[in-house]
């Protein structure tokens, strides 16, 4: 289904704003799915598997964000070709999307680049366990009153990086994008579709450097603009065993025994 006007009041609302900031910013988006029927989602999900075509979901019914009206999925509508991501129009247009509190599926892994959906409402088990049907889900909703929240700027300091965030106060509380928290702490962050976790990890970079004029690629942490070295590495490329004292808590480099040897062979 196309009309938005099945999706949750909150959302409906969202999406408006979206596509005028989309359009605002160059992007003509059109919606193309909203909610699904339970005959609608579990015939998708044979797509690629028992039907023809392409894989397009990985669940079924009802535990697609889009059997709740609570998720959409866009194309681009500017003539250049409904899913054409050469000039990464969906990764620039899903950054206006999450700007609005939406979640993005291109930040999953597998990604799902058209698809948006607000998780405000909690998890498609946590609604398929709390209410069973979409129908009783929608019951209240004509009672719903949009929360409003406060949102401000606030300077988050890690290191010498001092970056500027908008963020949700709450009760005296502040709320900070997971996303943008990565950022300042220069993490990678990810989704799993399958598992449902959030990973932030460590930012890992090949580097070429030179060790008497041999050229050596070892693997690197990039932090707050600093490459942090393997330190074993380092000391097998320089010719050392590399061991730690951890009564000390110290890291120590010795020459290695086979170059020993050949000091003795040569200095006899």
């Known amino acids: 289904m196309k009309d938005v006007t099945l999706l949750h009041p909150e959302l409906q609302k969202i999406i408006t704003q979206f596509l005028k900031e989309a359009e605002k910013q160059g992007f003509i988006v059109k919606v193309t799915?909203?909610?699904?029927?339970?005959?609608e989602q579990n015939e998708l999900y044979a797509q690629g598997r028992t039907n023809p075509g392409n894989i397009?979901?990985?669940?079924?019914?009802?535990?697609?964000?889009?059997?709740?009206?609570?998720?959409?999925?866009i194309c681009r509508n500017d003539g250049k070709g409904a899913y054409n991501d050469s000039d990464n129009w969906f990764f620039k247009v899903g950054q206006i999307g999450k700007s609005f509190g939406l979640e993005w599926g291109g930040d999953w892994?597998?990604?799902?680049?058209?698809?948006?959906?607000?998780?405000?409402?909690?998890?498609?088990?946590?609604?398929?366990?709390?209410?069973?049907?979409?129908?009783?889900?929608?019951?209240?909703?004509?009672?719903?009153?949009?929360?409003d929240y406060m949102f401000v700027e606030r300077y988050y300091k890690y290191n010498d990086t001092?970056?500027?965030?908008?963020?949700?106060?709450?009760?005296?509380?502040?709320?900070?994008?997971?996303?943008?928290?990565?950022?300042?702490?220069?993490?990678?962050?990810?989704?799993?579709?399958?598992?449902?976790?959030?990973s932030l990890d460590d930012i890992i970079e090949t580097k070429n450097i030179m060790v008497n004029d041999k050229e050596i690629t070892v693997k690197c942490i990039d932090s707050n603009g600093f490459n942090y070295i393997n330190a074993r590495?380092?000391?097998?490329?320089?010719?050392y065993d590399v061991g730690y004292n951890a009564s000390i808590q110290k890291i120590f480099f010795n020459i290695k025994k086979s170059i020993k040897e050949k000091f003795k062979i040569l200095f006899k």
């Open 33 to 39: 799915d909203t909610l699904r029927t339970k005959k």
């Open 56 to 73: 397009v979901t990985w669940v079924k019914y009802p535990y697609s964000n889009h059997n709740w009206g609570m998720a959409f999925d």
């Open 109 to 147: 892994k597998p990604q799902d680049k058209p698809h948006f959906q607000l998780n405000k409402y909690g998890s498609t088990n946590y609604l398929f366990q709390t209410y069973k049907t979409f129908e009783d889900f929608k019951k209240p909703w004509e009672d719903l009153k949009e929360e």
């Open 162 to 198: 001092i970056k500027a965030y908008t963020i949700i106060n709450e009760n005296g509380e502040n709320y900070i994008k997971l996303r943008d928290l990565a950022q300042l702490l220069n993490k990678n962050i990810s989704y799993d579709v399958n598992t449902k976790i959030t």
């Open 233 to 239: 590495e380092i000391g097998d490329a320089l010719g």
